[in-house]
């Protein structure tokens, strides 16, 4: 019985001391942890700098999506390129209102503390993934739309009708494939030191899953590989389209039925010109916005977590921050990229800031133009008529032989000037120069 005791009485102290070092092993590893945390002051610089992000995105996308609305509606945008605005600015939209709170939560204020759930975490990735490469494939079909009306004029009539609502599904659809994966391969998991077997407590990341690594490193190289291929064909169509646009005009660009003009109105060819060179910048954006939040990426499908050196885990997390930023402003600089493109958006912008929208439709305004020349043109009409009647009147009466009553009686020589006949030899030459002799 004694020797029983003893045993209870020495498991306990053997639990007990484990439980402690388990504790002190836990506390130390959180410690190593905060250390990667930043510090005060620069998580109230993020907090202020993500707040003015997701202010300046709401405020702009909403601007923009009832801007684009109204030029459409006034005769100044197509109804194709309307439809890629407002399809771009509500993948700008979500990008901001689901990401940005969600990573100034949990990747500065509190970057080591457990996670909300492994189902929240799923949907989260996959909700953020899908609309932000829906952001890159609706700069693809807006560039490829372009593309044919600028370059291939007769297969975009001909490819005309619910093009531009299929482009956009399929932009949709594509970057909810592209995100899929991502509802398998991410979930929450503890982080485990080496030489243990168990997570350490409240060191649960929202992550790739190990058991699922494969799937995981395939869908952010294709992921990545999808940003580089889009990003080059935008370059090459909008190069193609620079060419076009700068060649001299042709027979190809006159109307559709052939009866048009041969060459495009001065209005229409500034709108694509302003079309591309918003293209251009946007190509530019994306380059230089996206392309530390996918090196972070590629940080993370390069390398499995279990063999990330403490060097290699550092870099990462001061990538963090600045990816996120240029990421999230890349969804803030399309409204300003529209503004620097084309002046008649810049114009219906600043006035629907300002709630005095006062944009008048481009057929009236073509026609009040129209009517304002022609009554200028009628006003001036009849001083014209009279200046014509009367150098008739003056050239019929000098065309005119005089009778023989005049030739018998001669004009008075003290006769007024203005008020006399002309003599019979400027009859005969009156174009005749006087005789300065």
Same mark, same amino acid.
């Given at each position: 019985m004694v020797v029983i005791t003893e045993q209870i009485s020495r498991t306990k102290v053997?639990?007990?001391?484990?439980?402690?070092?388990?504790?002190?092993?836990?506390?130390?590893?959180?410690?190593?942890?905060?250390?990667?945390?930043?510090?005060?002051?620069?998580? !109230?610089?993020?907090?202020?700098?993500?707040?003015?992000?997701?202010?300046?995105? !709401?405020?702009?996308?909403?601007?923009?999506?009832?801007?684009?609305?109204?030029?459409?509606?006034?005769?100044?945008?197509?109804?194709?390129?309307?439809?890629?605005?407002?399809?771009?600015?509500?993948?700008? &939209? &979500?990008?901001?209102?689901?990401?940005?709170?969600?990573?100034?939560?949990?990747? !500065?204020?509190f970057p080591f503390s457990s996670s909300s759930g492994d189902a929240t975490c799923r949907i989260y990735n996959f909700l953020f993934e899908a609309c932000s490469y829906a952001t890159v494939l609706n700069i693809a079909s807006l560039s490829f739309e372009r593309y044919l009306a600028i370059c291939h004029p007769f297969r975009y009539k001909a490819l005309s009708g619910s093009r531009t609502t299929k482009l956009l599904l399929s932009a949709w659809i594509c970057s909810a494939l592209v995100a899929l994966p991502l509802l398998v391969a991410t979930g929450t998991e503890g982080h485990v030191p080496e030489g243990r077997r168990t997570p350490v407590q409240n060191l649960t990341f929202c992550t790739n899953l190990s058991q699922h690594w494969v799937m995981y490193r395939t869908s952010i190289f294709t992921a990545f590989t999808l940003y580089l291929l889009v990003l080059g064909g935008v370059a090459f169509m909008c190069r193609a389209m620079i060419a076009v646009l700068r060649a001299p005009m042709g027979p190809n660009e006159s109307g559709a039925n052939g009866a048009g003009p041969k060459h495009e109105s001065a209005r229409l060819k500034a709108s694509r010109k302003q079309t591309i060179l918003f293209l251009v910048l946007i190509v530019c954006a994306l380059l230089v916005c996206w392309m530390p939040n996918q090196i972070r990426r590629l940080m993370t499908a390069a390398v499995p977590k279990s063999a990330w050196t403490v060097s290699y885990l550092r870099s990462y997390v001061k990538l963090n921050p600045v990816a996120d930023s240029f990421f999230y402003l890349s969804s803030v600089l399309n409204p300003l990229l529209y503004n620097l493109s084309s002046r008649q958006f810049r114009s219906a912008f600043l006035q629907t800031l300002l709630c005095r929208l006062s944009l008048q439709h481009a057929n009236r305004r073509t026609l009040e133009s129209s009517l304002a020349s022609k009554s200028s043109r009628s006003t001036s009409r009849p001083l014209l008529r009279r200046s014509l009647d009367r150098i008739r009147m003056v050239i019929g009466d000098r065309s005119t032989p005089p009778s023989s009553v005049e030739r018998q009686n001669p004009p008075n020589p003290t006769a007024d000037p203005l008020t006399s006949e002309p003599q019979e030899d400027e009859i005969n030459q009156p174009t005749a120069l006087p005789n300065t002799n």
């Open positions: 053997n639990k007990s001391t484990r439980e402690t070092d388990i504790m002190e092993e836990n506390e130390e590893v959180q410690r190593d942890w905060k250390k990667l945390e930043p510090s005060l002051e620069v998580k !109230i610089f993020l907090t202020v700098l993500y707040s003015l992000i997701l202010v300046l995105g !709401i405020l702009g996308n909403s601007v923009t999506i009832r801007v684009a609305q109204v030029l459409q509606r006034n005769g100044y945008l197509q109804k194709s390129v309307t439809y890629h605005m407002l399809s771009l600015a509500c993948s700008d &939209l &979500l990008v901001l209102l689901i990401g940005m709170p969600v990573e100034l939560y949990s990747a !500065i204020w």
